[in-house]
C-alpha cells in the first residue's frame, strides 16, 4: 500500500506544506496575469466554459497528483475571479484582505481547531474569549449592562460572539431578544426600510410576525416614524437599526432612536456590519455615538477590517441575555468536566464546528493595533469623499449625495435606468470594471464602494472614462 499523502499539522507540515505553497503563489500570480483585470470577460457562459477547459474532469479515476492539481485548480479560480485587490472592482461590501490576515488563515487551516470544545481547541479558545472581549468593550466601553462599570475579564461585561457575517450576527440578535422575552409573547420585529435583508428573513426563520417597516424617506430611520409605530404596538418589540446602510453606506441617528425605544420599552439592536470600523478611527467614531445603548450590536471585519471571509461578530451588552445558547452534548461539555475547569463552548455558537477565525483578526489587531486600522478606515473614506468631490464638479454625472462612509452612488446625468443597467453590465462582460447598483429616490444609481487603500486618483479617473465611453454609445 502506498503511503498516504501528507498532513499539514504536526512537526513535519510545515515541510509538507512550504513546496504546495509555492505552488499556490505561483498560480496566483499566473491565473491573475491572465486574467488581466477586475475580472474575467465573456459573462457567466465564457466563464463557466473556460474553467471546465482548463480544469477537465472533477473526479477522474485516477488522481493528476498534489502539484498538477493544485496548479490547475487555483490558477483556473484566479483567472476567473473577481478580484477586490483591483481597484476597479468596486461593487460590494467584500474587502480586499490583508496578506497579513490571509496567511494567519492558513495557520488556522493547518492547525484546525474546532471551536465546540476545549480539548479541540485549548489556545484558540483562549484568544477567542481575549479578543472577543477586547471588541466588545470597543462597542461598549467601560459601562456595563444597566449603567454599571464592567471591564473585560469581569463578570457581567459585555461579551462579543464570533459569527459567520453580518447575516448570522442579526439572526443572532433577533433570536435572542425572542429568548430574553418569551414570556410576553411573540417579539415584533421593527425595522427601517433600509435595513439589511437578513433581518426579516431572520423574523421568518424563528417563526415571528413580519416585520413592521418603518419609513427611511432619507436613507435613513426616521425618528418620528419610528415614535408612531411603537405607539400602541403591543407584546416584546425589537428595533433594529443600521449603521451603514447596504446601499449607501448611511448611519441611522442612533441616539435618538435609543431615545424612543427606551421611552417605549422597546429593545434596540445596531446592525454595524459594515459601520463598526469607524470605531477604530479617532476622528470619525462619533458617527457611532449612541450605539453603546443597543442591547446588541453586529460587526463584520470582512468589510471595514480587512480580513478574509469569515469575520464577524455579535457584541452583546448583558452577557445574560447569552442564557439561552446553552447546549449539553455528553461528549462535548460532560457536566463533570465543565466542573472540573474545562470551558464550555456550546453556547458560544449556534454551530458546532467552526473555525477559529478569531486568529486572523487577533494577528490584525495586534499588528497594526487600533491606530493602524483607523488609518485604513480613514484613508478608504477620504478617497470616497474625494470621489464624490470629483463627480460633484463633473457636468456629465449626477452625485447622490456627499458620502458617510465609503460608498459613492452616482449616474451619468440625463440617462435612464435601463441604459445604467447596461452600461453595468457592459462593464461586467468586458471584464473592465465591477460596479454595483442601487436603487434609491426611484431612480437606479451605480455604486462604488471603496475597500481598497492601495486605489489612487487615477484609478477612480479611470473608472469614470470607462462609464462615461459606454454613456457615449
Known amino acids: ?114 471551536m465546540d470544545s476545549w480539548d479541540q481547541a485549548p489556545a484558540a479558545s483562549s484568544l477567542e474569549t481575549l479578543v472577543t472581549d477586547a471588541l466588545a468593550h470597543e462597542v461598549y ?132 456590519a459594515y459601520g463598526a470600523g469607524l470605531l477604530f478611527s479617532p476622528t470619525r467614531r462619533t458617527q457611532l455615538t449612541g450605539l453603546d445603548r443597543a442591547a446588541t450590536v453586529a460587526l463584520d471585519l470582512h468589510k471595514l477590517g480587512w480580513q478574509p471571509v ?25 457536566d463533570d468536566d465543565t466542573e472540573a475547569g474545562l470551558p464550555d463552548l456550546l453556547g458560544r455558537s449556534l454551530r458546532t464546528t467552526r473555525r477559529p477565525d478569531i486568529l486572523k483578526i487577533a494577528v490584525t489587531l495586534k499588528a497594526l493595533g487600533r491606530t493602524g486600522l483607523g488609518a485604513l478606515v480613514d484613508q478608504v473614506c477620504d478617497q470616497a469623499q474625494e470621489f464624490a468631490a470629483t463627480l460633484h464638479a463633473h457636468p456629465g454625472f449626477d452625485l447622490y449625495d456627499t458620502p458617510t462612509l465609503s460608498t459613492v452612488l452616482f449616474r451619468p446625468h440625463g440617462a435612464p435606468d435601463e441604459h445604467i443597467a447596461h452600461i453595468r453590465r457592459t462593464l461586467l462582460t468586458q471584464g473592465r470594471a465591477v460596479l454595483g447598483r442601487a436603487r434609491i429616490d426611484g431612480r437606479l444609481w451605480l455604486k462604488a464602494t471603496l475597500l481598497n487603500p492601495h486605489t489612487q486618483p487615477g484609478d477612480l479617473a479611470q473608472l469614470l472614462k470607462l462609464v462615461e465611453g459606454n454613456t457615449a454609445r
Open 141 to 272: 466601553g467601560d459601562t456595563g449592562h444597566a449603567g454599571r462599570p464592567a471591564h473585560p475579564g469581569q463578570p457581567g461585561h459585555p461579551q462579543a460572539l464570533v459569527t459567520t457575517g453580518g447575516t448570522e450576527a442579526n439572526q443572532l440578535a433577533v433570536l435572542l431578544a425572542r429568548e430574553a422575552h418569551a414570556s410576553q409573547g411573540p417579539l415584533q420585529l421593527i425595522t427601517g426600510a433600509n435595513a439589511h435583508h437578513s433581518l426579516p428573513r431572520a423574523a421568518w426563520l424563528l417563526g415571528l410576525p413580519d416585520p413592521v417597516t418603518v419609513p427611511a424617506p432619507t436613507g435613513t430611520l426616521d425618528p418620528a416614524a419610528l415614535d408612531e409605530a411603537l405607539t400602541d404596538l403591543p407584546g416584546p418589540k425589537l428595533v433594529a437599526a443600521t449603521a451603514g446602510t447596504t446601499d449607501a453606506g448611511l448611519i441611522d441617528p442612533l441616539p435618538e432612536i435609543a431615545d424612543v425605544c427606551e421611552a417605549h420599552g422597546a429593545r434596540l439592536h445596531v446592525d454595524a
Open 310 to 334: 469569515a469575520a464577524g461578530l455579535l457584541a452583546v451588552r448583558d452577557p445574560a441575555d447569552l442564557a439561552p445558547l446553552s447546549h449539553h452534548a455528553d461528549y462535548l461539555n460532560a
Open 1 to 114: 500500500m502506498s503511503n498516504p499523502p501528507p498532513l499539514a499539522g504536526g512537526p513535519q507540515g510545515p515541510q509538507a506544506l512550504r513546496p504546495l505553497l509555492n505552488t499556490v503563489l505561483d498560480a496566483l500570480h499566473d491565473g491573475a496575469t491572465a486574467r488581466g483585470g477586475p475580472l474575467p470577460a465573456g459573462g457567466p457562459h465564457t466563464v463557466t466554459a473556460r474553467l471546465r477547459e482548463l480544469t477537465g474532469d472533477p473526479l477522474p479515476h485516477h488522481g493528476t497528483g498534489p502539484d498538477t492539481a493544485l496548479r490547475t485548480l487555483v490558477q483556473a479560480l484566479a483567472e476567473g475571479a473577481a478580484d477586490p485587490a483591483d481597484p476597479l472592482c468596486a461593487a460590494h461590501l467584500h474587502c480586499p484582505p490583508l496578506a497579513l490576515a490571509t496567511a494567519a488563515d492558513l495557520a488556522a487551516s493547518a492547525l484546525n481547531p474546532s
